[in-house]
């Protein structure tokens, strides 16, 4: 059985509202956690950064241990178990008398919000072109920009709380916790009800097909580099087995596809483009998670701003965030635009924002303009690093989707620990030293997508050619040229890369692999080998 469109359909707009209240949650907590903090007896803003961090942690954590499991089984226990963490930990937060539950509190919630990894890998393995990737990524991405800009307006509601449950005292500090229980709770009854899961033979398919490509892709690639002479190659453990018919062995020949096989190879993370990936979007959350933390004690000490005016802060930097992104979507289709392209513009973006806080720090309330100016240009190239998670699941197999975001998800959960120690322990009355050290870090993250620039290739749309036509008295010669110059120019999106067996791209092409569609565009290989 396999999942319908409307499953299919119904079941990413699931994703997107739990993204969605990731987002509320993360725009409802920030900008009250330090006063809730003082409140508990914090008297070093490093408390603001260990709560915070906390959260991260747990996701450095899980999102590995969560993709994995997605890998194999079901995407949806990940979602109901993920649920109840955050369920927990958001109780835990409105009822915390000391900082130490605070943080605890902040941990358990993040193991729940860990299952990003699960969610992108989802969607990763139902689209079925590269265009419909960066839609449905972008379309998730939206939905928690979307709960950044709304998030705060709760906080408007919230700060008029007084209530008194029992011994417990509920007020505008601790509310949040009290309506993301409640939020969480009802996303957990949509999960259970309209979320579903891609059907285990499908999934077995991809792990036994997918594996089974890889034995083959290396048989091919082997094959091509003999003149029929037998040939020792690398077994599965280390050993070697001969190439030669006369001594092969269907048992023992690691090249023979088995099905047995479903364990990721290694290198499909260590490859130039990926490693890359991960290092932009490392640095790309890194900056924003120091700018965020940073802001609140700088907007308090300097524009003596209140909890209701830094959530609408927040609301503006997620509106402008969004509004990019829009603008993106329409512009990339229209005009062909590479994601790797999307990205670099999108750090420049982060650099000279952070050039204009470097150069016209706002040491007093007149700077307010310089402020606001620094914040539009750096929140405005954060959206264009959004499309990051969806070339990195083209560049890898479905089969290691779940893993590939489990390890993409835990890198920017060490950028979201590290982010917010690093605004903690840098920031200065002008923030200085802060803006310095962003500007630096900032022009490495460039300074990699250049070396990278040609690992991080991938064609928006390969276009069907049309072979011109014959000319008179040419004979038949002009079909084979004419086919062999087609496979010659045709962009190589998957396994295949010995150029003498182009003409068997199509049989060797890994299940989860983008392939060619032969009625134009690019698809989702979802095939196996015979």
């Keep these: 059985m396999t999942l319908s469109a409307q499953d299919r359909r119904r079941s990413l707009i699931v994703l997107g509202v739990f993204w969605f209240f990731t987002g509320v949650e993360y725009a409802v907590i920030l900008p009250s956690a330090w006063q809730y903090l003082q409140n508990l007896g914090a008297e070093h803003k490093i408390w603001l950064s260990i709560s915070i961090s906390s959260f991260s942690f747990a996701n450095f954590l899980f999102s ?55 969610i992108f890998a989802y969607v990763g393995r139902v ?122 062995d269907n048992d023992e020949d690691p090249l023979i596809p088995t099905g047995e096989d479903d364990t990721p190879k290694c290198s499909e993370f260590l490859g130039l483009g990926v490693i890359a990936l991960l290092l932009v979007q ?122 590939g975001q489990g390890i993409r998800r835990s890198v920017m959960s060490a950028a979201q620990i590290i982010g917010p120690l690093w605004a903690t322990l840098s920031g200065d009355d002008n923030g200085a030293y802060f803006w310095g050290g962003m500007v630096g870090l900032t022009a490495l993250c460039v300074v990699i997508m250049v070396l990278a620039w040609k690992a991080l290739y991938f064609p928006m749309m390969a276009k069907p050619k049309a072979p011109p036509s014959p000319p008179k008295g040419s004979g038949v010669l002009t079909e084979a040229t004419h086919d062999r110059e087609d496979r010659e120019d045709r962009p190589l999106l998957a396994s295949s890369r010995t150029s003498s067996v182009r003409s068997e791209d199509d049989a060797m092409l890994r299940p989860g692999s983008f392939r060619e569609d032969p009625k134009g565009g690019i698809v989702r290989h979802h095939g196996s080998i015979n």
């Excluded at 402020?371 to 190239?381: D, E, P, Q, R, T």
Aim: charged share 15%; net charge neutral.
């Design 64 to 118: 590995p241990l969560y993709g994995r499991f997605a890998d194999r089984y079901s995407t949806k226990t990940i979602l109901i178990v993920s649920n109840f963490f955050e369920l927990v930990g958001n109780l835990l937060y409105l009822i915390a008398n000391d900082v130490y539950t605070n943080v605890e509190s902040r941990f358990i919630a993040g193991m729940g919000a860990a299952a990003g990894s699960a």
């Design 127 to 248: 689209s079925e072109t590269p265009a419909d990737l960066n839609r449905n990524m972008g379309a998730i991405m939206t939905a928690r920009a979307i709960g950044l800009i709304l998030g705060p307006a709760f906080n408007f509601l919230l700060v008029k709380i007084d209530w008194r449950v029992g011994q417990y005292k509920i007020d505008p500090y601790n509310s949040p916790g009290l309506l993301m229980t409640i939020i969480w709770l009802i996303c957990q009854v949509i999960v259970v009800k309209y979320f579903k899961d891609i059907p285990k033979a499908d999934v077995q398919e991809l792990r036994v097909g997918s594996s089974s490509g890889d034995k083959a892709e290396a048989d091919v690639e082997a094959s091509a580099t003999t003149d029929q002479q037998p040939q020792r190659v690398a077994g599965a453990h280390g050993g070697e087995s001969s190439t030669d018919p006369a001594h092969s």
């Design 282 to 403: 490392f640095l790309n959350m890194f900056n924003q998670t120091a700018y965020e933390t940073f802001i609140t004690p700088f907007t308090q000490n300097v524009f003596h701003w209140n909890q209701v005016a830094n959530s609408i802060v927040y609301m503006i930097t997620a509106f402008v965030a969004i509004a990019v992104y829009i603008i993106i979507s329409k512009l990339q289709p229209k005009y062909g635009i590479l994601d790797r392209t999307e990205i670099l513009v999108g750090v420049v973006l982060q650099l000279f924002g952070f050039i204009i806080f470097w150069l016209l720090p706002a040491h007093n309330a007149g700077q307010l303009w310089k402020f606001a100016l620094g914040s539009v240009v750096f929140v405005g190239g954060l959206p264009f690093v959004y499309i990051a998670p969806a070339l990195q699941a083209k560049l890898t197999t479905m089969r290691t989707q779940g893993l």
